[in-house]
């Protein structure tokens, strides 16, 4: 099920940047630029809490209940639920170290950054998350295709 959206003005985003629609299309559809301001707006708008002490942190977010949560963003070529250390040239999944991330968190928020400006978000535990993972559904290292994250989404409660 789907929790809410995001919502940003294209024009005024477009105007007060100084940039074409497309230059800002792009930026605010890369995962590695718009996550900064994405966790900002949720942790302010979504969860009411604060922001991690530090990037190495855990977690991203602490909502207004004291819970962690992660951000994680859905692109074209879907999305990973995997700790950030493991993602990157060079650097490896590790099965215990993504189960004993699921161990940590509460859960993930997830937005759709392909659908900016208006950003459909979910709020996934991590409990669901290690049930799909129990039953195949994230693949081996926990990424999976844009395709088959719609799909699991749907079953969120």
Known sequence: MLHGYLEWNLEELRAAMHLNAEDVLAYFTDGRRVSFMLERRIMREVLGGQLAASEGDDHDLIDAQGRKWEVRSMSASGIYFRPSYMVGSGRRFECDGFLRKLGQIHGY?????TQFPRIPYWLVEAGLVRQWW???????ASKIPRARAIDLLRTVP
């Open 134 to 140: 129990d039953r195949g559904q994230l693949l081996t």
């Open 109 to 113: 928020v997830i937005s759709d950054i």
